[in-house]
């Protein structure tokens, strides 16, 4: 063979082992160029599993935060959801107002008898729904909302006077009266000597998470022969005073035999007439549970 033969056969073996050396260049970055897009792809897919995580943590963590409120009864929960469930801005109040004591209504009824007439304009619901709204942006809370609506209740259904509740105030604990424990909610009522006619109104029993003492003694026309059932249902309510008014018996001493949620103190009920805890209206029990005689008609150990 010649030697340009020779040469010529040398240069197509090397452009042939070059092309084959681009060629298998090409396929290993292609090679890389994959197994890095796979690393990249597997990152992402790290990477969206881990958000995808956080998020359902965080997500579990608002909802456990939630049912702890909803759940656990504190003060302070059950104001949070009230605000969340229940808007106090002046144009929302009447609304939720009638939301909240028709759900009350609804999961309490065997308590509080028949629902409100709110269709009814001279209904005791419906006007003390319409005072109530009155107070408008003052209303800082469904607390406050709730309490001047039942106050307001015991106002129309029981006929009371004009004047009874003479401070005008949205804060019903400063109403006459009225007197409310730390937490702003109403722990004593002093109806003595409002001109009350009719019957308690089970209306009352709204303000059963905090009530703890009533007091409608004077009110000569106000009863019937027997205090209400739903007085037995309100937890810690320990101390009424019934005393010249037309309550002459009880139906049953469940209400003497219930405990007093949050304190030792039993159930005392100053009546003109007798049972269990029942106290005459001329004697006064002191915090030591020892009977003193008082005057009926009200030095200041005779009242509340």
């Not at 019903?172 to 409002?194: F, I, S, Y």
Request: proline share 2%; glycine share 10%; charged share 20%.
């Amino acid at each position: 063979m010649s030697e340009a033969a020779f040469q010529g056969e040398e240069k197509k073996t090397e452009d042939v082992i070059t092309e084959a050396s681009d060629d298998t260049m090409n396929d290993f970055r292609a090679s890389v160029g994959s197994v890095e897009a796979g690393k990249a792809h597997r990152c992402s897919r790290k990477c969206l599993v881990a958000t995808s995580i956080t998020q359902l943590l965080l997500i579990l963590g608002l909802v456990a935060a939630l049912m702890c409120l909803l759940f656990i009864p504190t003060s302070d929960g059950e104001q949070v959801v009230q605000q969340l469930r229940y808007s106090t801005r002046p144009h929302h109040i009447g609304g939720s107002i009638r939301k909240f004591v028709d759900r009350e209504w609804r999961h309490h009824g065997s308590i509080l008898g028949e629902g409100p007439q709110w269709s009814v304009v001279s209904s005791s619901a419906s006007k003390a729904l319409e005072q109530t709204k009155n107070y408008g942006g003052t209303l800082k809370s469904m607390n406050m909302a709730l309490t001047a609506y039942v106050l307001w209740y015991l106002h129309y259904d029981l006929n009371g006077s004009t004047g009874v509740w003479s401070n005008a105030d949205a804060d019903t604990c400063l109403w006459d009266g009225v007197r409310c424990d730390l937490e702003g909610k109403v722990a004593e009522l002093d109806l003595e000597g409002r001109g009350f006619s009719g019957e308690l109104p089970s209306t009352l029993w709204l303000l059963a998470g905090s009530l703890r003492k009533i007091n409608v003694k004077d009110n000569k026309d106000l009863g019937r022969p027997s205090l209400p059932a739903f007085l037995t249902q309100m937890p810690h309510l320990n101390h009424i005073n019934v005393c010249g008014t037309e309550y002459g018996i009880l139906e049953s001493d469940a209400i003497c035999a219930k405990e007093i949620a949050g304190s030792a103190q039993a159930m005392v009920i100053y009546s003109d007439f007798d049972c269990d805890c029942c106290v005459s209206c001329g004697v006064s029990v002191g915090s030591n549970g020892v009977a003193t005689e008082s005057g009926y008609d009200g030095d200041e150990d005779g009242r509340m």
